[in-house]
Structure formats: C-alpha cells, structure tokens
C-alpha cells in the first residue's frame, strides 16, 4: 500500500475519484491472489497511464498492452495502441483485461463487451470491470451546487449490479466477486471535489493528502450495502 500512496502524491493525482479508485482497486485485486507475471493484460482507456504503472511496475506484469480512442494519450507509452472496441474486435487473445468507468461512455455496450470478450482467454480469463452505478442527481451536496453539470460524455448514469449481471451473461460471463465501493461518505466526498471543479477552484495538491486518507477511511471503517461505483471480476461460465 505504501507504495500506490507514494505514486499518487508523486504524480500530484488531486482527482478524489482517481485517488479512490487506484487504493480500492489496489486492495481488491490484493485479496484475488493473482500471480500476473506471465499473464497476458490488456488494459482498456489506459488514459493517463495510471494502470499502466501500477501493473507493469507495481505488480510487475511482463506481458502489459494498452489501448485508448483518445489521441491525447496515443504516442505516450511504446505498449500502447488505438483500438475502438465499439466497432472492432482486437484478434490477440489476452489472460485479465482490465476496464475501469469505459463502459458508461460507449453508446453501443452490448457490441463493446461483446468484442472484448472474444479476446478473453477461454481457458481462465478474468475480466475486472469497474462502472459507476445510478446516483439520484439531487444526493448529498449537488443540490448546492449551482453549477453542477451532467457528464456530457456519458452515455449512461451507470449500471445497477442486476443490469450488469445480465449484460454479462449474454457472452457467457458470470461475476466472481464484487466489490461496491464509494458508499454514501465516499460520494459525499467526491461531490465536494465536484463543487471546487464546477466553481474552478484552483486547491491544486491541498486536498490530496486529505482525499488520500478519506478514502482509507471509507474503504476500511465502512461497509457498504449501497454504493455509487461497483467493480466486479467476471469470468467466462464453465459449459460442464
């Protein structure tokens, strides 16, 4: 753990959600006992790279590839590649892919994880899927805030766990474990962030340390039963 908290404030990561979901999801795949060392891993929206680092150099993966649509991040890292899943399918074959709050932006979700699928490896594959879960836009703080705005980018709120599950068991994938996260005090939280980004509050790395130690908090001293983020590991279903 200490060193994911050293790579967050090395690389002035300020983002609540950011910070949040890189610890959770550091203390999740912990308790899966994954030896990825000579797992094949694709990484899906790699984006700023987060992910990259935490399983090439954290974990110590030998076999990482990334991809993205986004140009802003293409050229970046020599492991990394263009690849719209929405409309292709990608013929390389993969152990554990990867995918954290992609499928919420992409329009067509049945083809997109369709087209992942076919390159999960049939023998043992395990997919992590991270979405944002349906929130009332009114909760906590929001309504508050003036400025608040939806995500525009988004093509959805998110996915309740039932939504997911079956989307899922369309291609033969059934969900090993889940992990509901960012319950009530969580998004109490991120909505303060979203009230100093909607008012473009320049706090820079002031908060960092704090959103640090409130996910920790959150993470280990509450369990909860509703949340507004679900990361799941999904398996393909054994046809025995």
């Known amino acids: ?30 308790k899966q ?14 984006n700023k790279g987060v992910y990259r680092w935490y ?19 293409l050229g970046v890292y020599s492991d990394t590649f263009y690849h719209n899943f929405e409309k ?5 074959n993969y152990d554990l892919i990867f995918c954290s709050h992609v499928l919420e932006h992409v329009k067509n979700d049945f083809n997109f994880i369709k087209n992942v699928i076919h390159s999960l490896n049939v023998e043992n594959g395990k997919l992590f899927l991270r979405v ?6 009114n909760i906590y703080f929001r309504a508050f805030n003036s400025k608040h705005h939806d995500h525009e980018e988004h093509e959805r709120d998110g996915y309740t766990q039932s ?3 079956l989307l899922l068991s369309n291609f033969g994938l059934k969900v090993e474990k889940c992990f509901l ?3 009530s005090f969580g998004l109490r939280v991120h909505t303060i962030f979203e009230i100093f980004r909607d008012h473009k509050i320049r706090y820079q790395r002031i908060l960092q340390i704090p959103y640090i130690l409130l996910s920790l908090i959150e993470i280990y001293l509450f369990k909860n039963t509703s949340s507004a983020d679900v990361l799941i590991l999904a398996t393909k279903e054994s046809k025995k």
């Open 55 to 73: 399983f090439l150099d954290f974990l110590g993966c030998s076999h990482y590839s990334g991809v993205e649509i986004d140009e802003l991040y």
């Open 88 to 92: 292709n399918k990608l013929q390389t």
């Open 33 to 46: 006992k994954i030896n990825i060392n000579e797992l094949r891993v694709l990484d899906i929206g790699f």
């Open 1 to 30: 753990m200490i060193r994911v908290l050293l790579f967050i404030l090395k690389n002035k990561i300020t983002h609540f959600g950011e910070i949040y979901r890189l610890i959770s999801f550091h203390i999740f795949f912990s």
């Open 163 to 165: 939504e997911l599950r």
């Open 181 to 183: 996260s960012m319950g």
């Open 132 to 137: 944002p879960m349906p929130t009332n836009n």
